[in-house]
Each structure stands twice: as C-alpha cells, then as structure tokens.
T-cell receptor, first 111, second 114 residues
C-alpha cells in the first residue's frame, strides 16, 4: 500500500519563527489533506490539497503531485500552533476516500 | 466545529466488556469512516460505510464491528475489550466516496480499558 512519510518528526520554534513541514508519498493520490491535532486531541482540517497551492492566513500548502510531495508552511508561528501536524492521502483510483496518515510532525512553539 | 459529532467523549471500561461508540456525520454527508489512534500504531483506518453499506475495510479486528443506520449515523461496537484497545477513536464524514472529497473529523472518543 501507499506509504506516507513526514519530516521532520519533531520541531521546536520560538514564537514568530517560520517553518516548513514536508510530506512524501509513495504513489499517485486522489486526495491529500493536512491536519493539526491540538493538545486536546482534536483533528482540525487545515487544507484539502491534492495538487496546487492554497493559503489560509499564516498557513499555506503546496502539493506537487507529479513529484509526490506536499509542503506545509507556517509563518510567524504562535504558541497556539503547537501540536502534531498530519498529512494524509487517499490512493489514486480507489473507490474509497480512506485516508492513510503519516506519522506526523510534533511542533512546539515556545514564547 | 467540524459538524461531525461523536459520543461519548471519554469512556473507561474494564477488560472483557463491550462498548458502543456513536457518530453523527455532517448534514448531507453519506460516507462515514472510523479511525483508531494509538501510541504504537498511529492513526489507522478501520472501516468505511457509504449510505448504509460497507465500502472499505482496514485493519479492523474481528472483535470490532460497525454499522450505518438509515438516518446515516454510525456506531462502532468494540467487544471483548483488551488493554491494547485503549485508544482515541475518530469518526470522519465526507459527502461522497472516491475522488475529490474532503473528510472532516469528529472530536474523538477516548477509550480507556482498565
């Protein structure tokens, strides 16, 4: 099955710093989503981005489907950005949108 | 708020017991997915229902079962519980299945088996 790798596994930032999180996937995908899991365990949708570039406030994401990777950019980080960031994909051509998750990037933003 | 509702939020039960987790999808969504998040296995897909019928199955144990009812809510039944079943169980929903469909997740049910 499709493999999803995220890097870095851990990241510590000072408030106000910028960061880039990467997601590599091993096969063509239908869908790609980025999630933020906050310290309370909630999974919050950040981007639905099977291809192209999107921006939402301080966050933006780019997926280059032909090269099988996606990047999540966080600018001017805040302590509330802390948590785990997951990339999840659905295999291309499947009749289901079941998501395969990466192992996540644990982000800690210090004041 | 994603619009996906899961109950209960927390559940503590003893080994050998049976529990039922409930999920109400977003209004109009026909697909419901169940995921398990444990420390050693990460976030894993368990099972999907689409408009009342099973659509896809992941690494779901035989002790676990699910169903989707005519009103589209779904229940995940976990029986003969073991300590290793302690995990965060998520339900997600999407409008359809297959390509070009975004999934939204509920707040999860944190199950602790003692």
């Amino acid at each position: 099955g499709i493999q999803v790798e995220q890097s870095p596994p851990d990241l510590i930032l000072q408030e106000g710093a910028n960061s880039t999180l990467r997601c590599n996937f091993s096969d063509s995908v239908n869908n790609l989503q980025w999630f933020h899991q906050n310290p309370w365990g909630q999974l919050i949708n950040l981007f639905y981005i099977p291809s192209g570039t999107k921006q939402n406030g301080r966050l933006s994401a780019t997926t280059v489907a032909t090269e099988r990777y996606s990047l999540l950019y966080i600018s001017s980080s805040q302590t509330t950005d802390s948590g785990v960031y997951f990339c999840a994909v659905a295999s291309y051509g499947g009749a289901t949108n079941k998501l395969i998750f990466g192992t996540g990037t644990l982000l800690a933003v210090q004041p | 708020d994603s619009g996906v509702t899961q109950t209960p939020k927390h559940l503590i039960t003893a080994t050998g017991q049976r529990v039922t987790l409930r999920c109400s999808p977003r209004s109009g969504d026909l697909s419901v997915y169940w995921y398990q998040q444990s420390l050693d296995q990460g976030l894993q897909f368990l099972i999907q229902y689409y408009n009342g019928e099973e659509r896809a199955k992941g690494n779901i144990l035989e002790r676990f079962s699910a169903q989707q009812f005519p009103d589209l809510h779904s229940e995940l039944n976990l029986s003969s519980l073991e300590l290793g079943d302690s995990a965060l169980y998520f339900c997600a929903s999407s409008p359809k299945t297959g390509m070009n469909t975004e999934a939204f997740f509920g707040q999860g049910t944190r199950l602790t088996v003692v």
